[in-house]
């Protein structure tokens, strides 16, 4: 029934309501009866009626009153009437708040049931804020042992069940399933030790147990599902009084018969719920549109093309019908329903979803990314990869640079690459880039208990680091800590206002990029295409008017570009050979379109360009063109960005301070009775930051030199911001193959540089001489122009698709940093500390700008080390 001829009949009935002479408790309870019966509908206007007569008969400030509004709350939120739901269960709060003295269950129930209404409809910051809320108020009435609380223990404890049942939703929603599953197991043992005699009649139960199972499935854990499941359908059984346990039943059961593939089974089971729903009640209801959406993907899956599409349309027509819809459902059935009209052929429909369902993606990630915790971030937006690669493969096969339909006649779509870029640029590099903005606007600001607490953060993030690195770290102390962390984190998100407005301050599009363009410029955004067998670079020129040129990278059947050519590029540098294989194989492709995309006789002059996967290993400066005999250094100003997008929102450059730091020749062995030589001196950075040092005094900067065992993890965590940042020591990149479910920590753990006390750090500091990438993040480096990391492979770290990659590059600039010089592999002494003094002197004395004088700099070394090993492995990336 749609929501106009709802309202109408109600108005109707309530004009009748004298002449009905029905009681309080006489309404109430049939309005009870029919929720649940799934008689959604009947049982607001049941509700509303004995809202009315409770008003009348005691006020507004009654128990009577409150409990009703709560119970209208219940039937609009299962009817999907999401904005009314919260409206009321807000109202019911605040009554409760004056009604009854803290800490009350009818609050705490209240809040709980606003914030599983707010995670229906994806609103996850507001959906934690009342769960911990309410989890707060329980602490309180257990801590002060309320008289409540002791006369009504058992209501107490189904609150708090309540509760943790939706902090273990929004850990799955966020795709966090391990800290679902250990969240549930622990209520479901907590359960079971509270009623050890009659914990299997209780709907708390059953409702712990059905969510468990659903997150062992999301793991992949059949085993322990398949045992959960054939509980909870005993269970339901025998639960008479609540019709709704067997459809839940019937649906995990399907799912079962489905992770072992007895798809005859579960889709019987499924038919069965979907009939038991058309004949009765729950029509419309999040139940009813979950079988809909299982049974058309699974029918997608077996190539029932048809009946698959039709159950999704109808599951889609019937959410967008509702006065608020569960995003994650629509986004789920929005897939299912793009993924059923490619697979059959129907290239036009799928493109019209695709569309629906890349919006319904970037505005949740812009909607949730706002207040999540850097470890939340990760899981969040790997959930939603699927999503992502799955519209890249699309994106390909109607773009008509390539056949990959098989049909006479293929769809084709070449603006697709408009959404392409745009949702490349919006959603690349997501994890890290907020930190910036988190510390900035905290330490910026006036509020002074913000800036303590940013402090501490800090400090315990430094902890962290060190206890990772720790001989033999405690499992126990390493999830105390991380919990302490990720707390004290979502406290400044939550005190910085500014920062909660949103995580992306301004769509950018990709016209926006290309107005920036000037005359021979171009932008070149790559794209690792799911498998990474083809790359994609989204072209753009000055001259760019109806949508982004793609160009391909393509493996060929016995070269992969992650692998054997890849190879073969390393090895060429790494043995000084003439390699033009590279060129042809990463840049020629590029350049073609490039060109296609310039004026007749207009050279190309500048690229910004923003690398993807492999491309972040490669130097483009040391690929060799064979019909021009030069280096790209010589050909095209390669200007690498982290995202295409900084065209647009880089900040205006601050004033220059004239204030350098400069870390050379640390020693690494401060106990020489140490037999420990993992790093060995560098004597030559001792005359590299000396040289440098000199150079900027004689131009009136203020110099801050750090050698031997000043040069310390501890003073460089302690420099102030400045202009530049100059670091000449080892650096390492530990290629550990991290699982992609890795944390944040472990990840930028796995790079960094050496300094001071490297060899033997002391066990009772906090500094054991490793500048890891994870601890840059926390640097000062508000103002840095510029940070030289004059290294061995200070630029490699881990890649994750979408997200780029995990190191010290870009750890500095999340930290502030606005450009970064560092290095792809392990680099000559000698001929590093020509370049960089040899960069400063020409950037002083007769360049202002700082990658010109870089560029130069590789050319005139490249007179006297002409191979790339010697003068390429540095990039200069930033804006």
Same mark, same amino acid.
């Given at each position: 029934?749609?929501?106009?001829?709802?309202?109408?009949?109600?108005?109707?009935?309530?004009?009748?309501?004298?002449?009905?002479?029905?009681?309080?408790?006489?309404?109430?309870?049939?309005?009870?009866?029919?929720?649940?019966?799934?008689?959604?509908?009947?049982?607001?206007?049941?509700?509303?009626?004995?809202?009315?007569?409770?008003?009348?008969?005691?006020?507004?400030?009654?128990?009577?009153?409150?409990?009703?509004?709560?119970?209208?709350?219940?039937?609009?939120?299962?009817?999907?009437?999401?904005?009314?739901?919260? /409206?009321?269960?807000?109202?019911?709060?605040?009554?409760?708040?004056?009604?009854?003295?803290?800490?009350?269950?009818?609050?705490?129930?209240?809040?709980?049931?606003?914030?599983?209404?707010?995670?229906?409809?994806?609103?996850?910051?507001?959906?934690?804020?009342?769960?911990?809320?309410?989890?707060?108020?329980?602490?309180?009435?257990?801590?002060?042992?309320?008289?409540?609380?002791?006369?009504?223990?058992?209501?107490?404890?189904?609150?708090?069940?309540?509760?943790?049942?939706?902090?273990?939703?929004?850990?799955?929603?966020?795709?966090?399933?391990?800290?679902?599953?250990?969240?549930?197991?622990?209520?479901?043992?907590?359960?079971?030790?509270?009623?050890?005699?009659?914990?299997?009649?209780?709907?708390?139960?059953?409702?712990?147990?059905?969510?468990?199972?659903?997150?062992?499935?999301?793991? /992949?854990?059949?085993?322990?599902?398949?045992?959960?499941?054939?509980?909870?359908?005993?269970?339901?059984?025998?639960?008479?009084?609540?019709?709704?346990?067997?459809?839940?039943?019937?649906?995990?059961?399907? *799912?079962?018969?489905?992770?072992?593939?007895?798809?005859?089974?579960?889709?019987?089971?499924?038919? %069965?719920?979907?009939?038991?729903?058309?004949?009765?009640?729950?029509?419309?209801?999040?139940?009813?549109?979950?079988?809909?959406?299982?049974?058309?993907?699974?029918?997608?899956?077996?190539?029932?093309?048809?009946? /698959?599409?039709?159950?999704?349309?109808?599951?889609?027509?019937?959410?967008?019908?509702?006065?608020?819809?569960?995003?994650?459902?629509?986004?789920?059935?929005?897939?299912?329903?793009?993924?059923?009209?490619?697979?059959?052929?129907?290239?036009?429909?799928?493109?019209?979803?695709?569309?629906?369902?890349?919006?319904?993606?970037?505005?949740?990630?812009?909607?949730?990314?706002?207040?999540?915790?850097?470890?939340?971030?990760?899981?969040?937006?790997?959930?939603?990869?699927?999503?992502?690669?799955?519209?890249?493969?699309?994106?390909?096969?109607?773009?008509?640079?390539?056949?990959? +339909?098989?049909?006479?006649?293929?769809?084709? $779509?070449?603006?697709?690459?408009?959404?392409?870029?745009?949702?490349?640029?919006?959603?690349?590099?997501?994890?890290?880039?907020?930190?910036?903005?988190?510390?900035?606007?905290?330490?910026?600001?006036?509020?002074?208990?913000?800036?303590?607490?940013?402090?501490?953060?800090?400090?315990? %993030? *430094?902890?962290?680091?060190?206890?990772?690195?720790?001989?033999?770290?405690?499992?126990?102390?390493?999830?105390?800590?991380?919990?302490?962390?990720?707390?004290?984190?979502?406290?400044?998100?939550?005190?910085?206002?500014?920062?909660?407005?949103?995580?992306?301050?301004?769509?950018?599009?990709?016209?926006?990029?290309?107005?920036?363009?000037?005359?021979?410029?171009?932008?070149?955004?790559?794209?690792?295409?799911?498998?990474?067998?083809?790359?994609?670079?989204?072209?753009?020129?000055?001259?760019?008017?109806?949508?982004?040129?793609?160009?391909?990278?393509?493996?060929?059947?016995?070269?992969?570009?992650?692998?054997?050519?890849?190879?073969?590029?390393? *090895?060429?540098?790494?043995?000084?050979?003439?390699?033009?294989?590279?060129?042809?194989?990463?840049?020629?492709?590029?350049?073609?379109?490039?060109?296609?995309?310039?004026?007749?006789?207009?050279?190309?002059?500048?690229?910004?360009?923003?690398?993807?996967?492999?491309?972040? +290993?490669?130097?483009? *400066?040391?690929?060799?063109?064979?019909?021009?005999?030069?280096?790209?250094?010589?050909?095209?100003?390669?200007?690498?960005?982290?995202?295409?997008?900084?065209?647009?929102?880089?900040?205006?450059?601050?004033?220059?301070? %004239?204030?350098?730091?400069?870390?050379?020749?640390?020693?690494? #062995?401060?106990?020489?009775?140490?037999?420990?030589?993992?790093?060995? $001196?560098?004597?030559? #950075?001792?005359?590299?930051?000396?040289?440098?040092?000199?150079?900027?005094?004689?131009?009136?900067?203020?110099? #801050?030199?750090?050698?031997? +065992?000043?040069?310390?993890?501890?003073?460089?965590?302690?420099?102030?911001?400045?202009?530049?940042?100059?670091?000449?020591?080892? /650096?390492?990149?530990?290629?550990?193959?991290?699982?992609?479910?890795?944390?944040?920590?472990?990840?930028?753990?796995?790079?960094?540089?050496?300094?001071?006390?490297?060899?033997?750090?002391?066990?009772?500091?906090?500094?054991?001489?490793?500048?890891?990438?994870?601890?840059?993040?926390?640097?000062?480096?508000?103002?840095?122009?510029?940070?030289?990391?004059?290294?061995?492979?200070?630029?490699?770290?881990?890649?994750?698709?979408?997200?780029?990659?995990?190191?010290?590059?870009?750890?500095?600039?999340?930290?502030?940093?606005?450009?970064?010089?560092?290095?792809?592999?392990?680099?000559?002494?000698?001929?590093?500390?020509?370049?960089? #003094?040899?960069?400063?002197?020409?950037?002083?004395?007769?360049?202002?700008?700082?990658?010109?004088?870089?560029?130069?700099?590789? +050319?005139?070394?490249?007179?006297?080390?002409?191979?790339?090993?010697?003068?390429?492995?540095?990039?200069?990336?930033?804006?």
């Amino acid at each position: 029934m749609c929501l106009a001829i709802r309202i109408f009949i109600l108005a109707l009935l309530l004009s009748f309501r004298f002449a009905m002479a029905q009681s309080w408790d006489s309404l109430n309870a049939q309005g009870l009866q029919h929720y649940k019966n799934g008689a959604y509908e009947k049982a607001e206007i049941s509700f509303v009626l004995a809202l009315i007569e409770a008003e009348a008969n005691h006020g507004r400030a009654h128990d009577q009153y409150i409990t009703t509004l709560s119970n209208v709350g219940f039937a609009q939120k299962a009817m999907g009437n999401f904005p009314a739901a919260q /409206g009321t269960f807000r109202t019911a709060i605040a009554l409760e708040g004056k009604v009854y003295p803290d800490p009350s269950i009818e609050k705490i129930e209240s809040m709980a049931d606003l914030a599983s209404v707010y995670s229906l409809s994806a609103q996850y910051d507001s959906c934690e804020y009342f769960l911990t809320a309410a989890m707060n108020l329980i602490t309180r009435a257990v801590n002060e042992r309320t008289k409540q609380y002791q006369e009504q223990v058992s209501r107490f404890f189904d609150a708090l069940v309540n509760v943790q049942n939706s902090l273990a939703s929004l850990h799955h929603k966020r795709g966090q399933f391990r800290d679902a599953i250990q969240l549930m197991e622990q209520q479901r043992q907590f359960i079971q030790e509270t009623y050890p005699n009659d914990y299997k009649a209780l709907g708390s139960y059953r409702a712990t147990i059905n969510n468990l199972s659903t997150y062992y499935l999301a793991v /992949g854990n059949s085993q322990h599902a398949k045992a959960l499941v054939s509980e909870y359908v005993k269970l339901a059984e025998h639960a008479d009084d609540d019709p709704i346990t067997y459809l839940y039943a019937l649906q995990n059961l399907g *799912n079962i018969y489905r992770a072992y593939e007895v798809y005859d089974s579960a889709q019987m089971v499924w038919m %069965k719920a979907i009939a038991t729903i058309e004949r009765g009640s729950f029509y419309g209801t999040e139940i009813h549109l979950s079988l809909l959406n299982n049974l058309g993907e699974l029918n997608v899956e077996l190539e029932n093309y048809d009946a /698959g599409i039709q159950y999704l349309i109808q599951a889609l027509k019937l959410n967008e019908a509702r006065a608020g819809r569960n995003p994650r459902l629509y986004q789920s059935t929005l897939f299912n329903l793009t993924s059923g009209y490619l697979w059959s052929g129907n290239y036009p429909l799928a493109d019209q979803y695709y569309s629906v369902l890349m919006k319904e993606l970037l505005d949740e990630v812009h909607t949730n990314f706002t207040y999540l915790s850097e470890s939340e971030k990760i899981a969040f937006y790997r959930s939603q990869l699927s999503i992502l690669e799955s519209f890249y493969s699309f994106a390909l096969d109607v773009s008509g640079i390539i056949p990959l +339909q098989k049909s006479q006649n293929p769809y084709v $779509n070449r603006d697709i690459t408009k959404k392409l870029y745009d949702t490349h640029i919006a959603t690349k590099g997501l994890i890290l880039n907020s930190t910036y903005r988190l510390k900035n606007q905290i330490l910026h600001g006036a509020d002074v208990n913000a800036k303590a607490n940013y402090i501490r953060w800090e400090s315990l %993030k *430094n902890k962290l680091a060190q206890l990772y690195r720790s001989d033999d770290p405690s499992s126990a102390s390493i999830g105390q800590l991380t919990s302490q962390i990720e707390a004290l984190e979502k406290s400044l998100i939550a005190q910085s206002r500014q920062f909660r407005q949103g995580f992306v301050s301004q769509p950018v599009s990709w016209k926006d990029v290309q107005s920036r363009l000037k005359k021979g410029e171009a932008a070149v955004e790559i794209i690792r295409f799911p498998g990474g067998l083809i790359y994609g670079a989204l072209v753009l020129t000055a001259q760019t008017t109806e949508r982004p040129d793609l160009a391909l990278v393509l493996s060929t059947k016995t070269k992969d570009l992650e692998k054997q050519f890849f190879k073969q590029y390393i *090895n060429a540098i790494a043995f000084r050979q003439t390699d033009t294989l590279s060129y042809q194989t990463y840049w020629e492709p590029i350049f073609r379109v490039i060109q296609k995309n310039l004026p007749k006789g207009q050279a190309l002059t500048k690229v910004y360009f923003s690398p993807d996967g492999i491309y972040n +290993q490669i130097n483009l *400066n040391t690929l060799f063109s064979p019909h021009e005999k030069k280096y790209l250094l010589d050909i095209v100003d390669i200007h690498q960005l982290t995202n295409t997008r900084d065209l647009v929102t880089m900040s205006q450059e601050t004033p220059v301070r %004239k204030s350098v730091a400069l870390i050379g020749d640390p020693s690494f #062995t401060v106990n020489q009775s140490s037999s420990t030589q993992t790093f060995n $001196n560098l004597t030559d #950075t001792r005359e590299e930051v000396d040289q440098i040092a000199a150079y900027f005094k004689t131009k009136q900067w203020r110099v #801050t030199l750090l050698k031997d +065992q000043e040069a310390s993890e501890g003073a460089v965590k302690k420099l102030h911001s400045g202009d530049i940042l100059h670091i000449a020591s080892h /650096g390492f990149f530990l290629n550990s193959a991290t699982d992609q479910s890795a944390s944040l920590v472990q990840t930028l753990l796995n790079s960094g540089i050496a300094l001071a006390g490297a060899n033997n750090p002391d066990a009772d500091s906090n500094n054991d001489g490793i500048l890891t990438a994870y601890e840059a993040l926390s640097l000062n480096l508000d103002t840095t122009k510029l940070v030289v990391l004059s290294a061995c492979e200070s630029g490699l770290g881990e890649f994750h698709p979408g997200e780029g990659v995990y190191g010290l590059q870009r750890a500095f600039q999340s930290a502030g940093a606005k450009r970064v010089v560092m290095s792809l592999w392990k680099v000559d002494d000698q001929a590093t500390q020509q370049l960089m #003094t040899g960069f400063y002197k020409l950037w002083l004395t007769k360049i202002m700008d700082s990658r010109a004088a870089f560029r130069q700099s590789q +050319q005139e070394l490249r007179t006297r080390y002409p191979e790339p090993y010697y003068w390429g492995a540095f990039i200069f990336t930033g804006y």
